[in-house]
């Protein structure tokens, strides 16, 4: 695998860091995962731009200039075969403090690090969409937007590790994790709707959480789809009650679920509406590529 990192494209055994990057000391940086639909980027200028949100707020300047993103992609994913008709391509952005003395002081670090990543796309298995999935709500609660804000999509993501943890010892697909206030965030890479008598439902952004790009290209589908929307605040009892659940993120569109806390949703099968936008994602998303 060729990898870009700070200046260059190099082999996947040359591309070491120090272990005096801030981000491996402190979790100090930020990242995006993109993906390709063959060739063409998906939200490509939404996701450079979180990106560089993220930087912002945690004071980190991203020493790429935003025009030459498209080409250093374009150039990850071409020397590794991807991005063609055969292979749809996962790309990782990942941008730390840089190098710097065991200090918490971000100016101990000169130059931030970066660095590309360009892998096979390998979405979930079509049984899962076909049967649907199961959560667990997470005992392990969202970082506070006081705090590390969820919506600086940070290198330091032990909360939602700890909530995978929590998935992976309950067998099940991912988990859910509630705010400080007991309310619905997300999954620990996702978005979470679910649809209650034809309506659909979402967190808000306020409630602590990541604001998701296919969440707001979703969002806009469900609105050309005559679907009525809510964004609020919500129980995991009110999602327990719901007809209807899915998971959405940028590799997996949308992930039909079936059960929470080992009770069902709906009928235990993906339901009508859940198939109708996942549909009408996929018939639409060429809108949202860009070259
Ligand atoms: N929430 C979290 C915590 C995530 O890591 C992700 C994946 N980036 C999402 C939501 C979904 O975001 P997107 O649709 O932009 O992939």
């Known amino acids: 695998m060729w990898i870009f990192l700070n200046d260059r494209f190099v082999t996947e055994q040359d591309a070491k860091i120090s272990v005096f990057d801030h981000g491996f000391l402190y979790g100090d940086g930020v990242y995006e995962t993109i993906r390709s639909y063959g060739a063409r980027i998906f939200m490509r200028d939404h996701h450079l731009s979180r990106l560089h949100r993220s930087a912002d ?14 080409r250093l992609l374009h150039e990850a994913m071409d020397r590794n075969q991807l991005g063609n008709d055969q292979t749809d391509a996962y790309l990782r952005i990942t941008v730390s403090r840089g190098v710097g003395e ?46 590390l804000s969820p919506q600086i999509k940070a290198t330091n993501f032990l909360n939602n590790i700890l909530a995978k943890r929590e998935a992976i010892a309950a067998r099940v697909f991912d988990a859910l994790l509630l705010n400080w206030e007991g309310h619905l965030t997300e999954g620990t890479v996702s978005n979470v709707f679910f649809i209650s008598q034809g309506r659909l439902y979402t967190p808000s952004v306020e409630c602590g959480l990541l604001d998701g790009i296919t969440r707001t290209i979703l969002l806009q589908m469900a609105g050309e789809l005559k679907i009525p929307v809510h964004e609020g605040r919500f129980t995991p009892e009110e999602l327990l009650h719901a007809d209807e659940c899915f998971l959405t993120n940028t590799s997996m569109e949308v992930m039909p679920v079936v059960s929470v806390n080992g009770q069902s949703i709906g009928h235990s099968t993906p339901g009508p509406l859940t ?15 860009e070259p």
């Not at 198939?275 to 590529?289: E, K, P, Y």
């Open 57 to 70: 707020a945690i004071g980190l300047t991203v020493p790429i200039p935003p025009s030459e993103w498209p």
């Open 102 to 147: 065991i200090g918490l002081d971000p100016a101990l670090c000169q130059t931030p690090t970066v660095v590309i990543m360009a892998k096979p796309l390998h979405p979930p298995a079509a049984e899962l969409y076909q049967r649907g999935v199961s959560l667990v709500i997470a005992q392990t609660r969202r970082n506070l937007p006081s705090a």
């Open 275 to 289: 198939r109708q936008l996942h549909r009408h994602f996929i018939d639409n998303r060429s809108r949202f590529l």
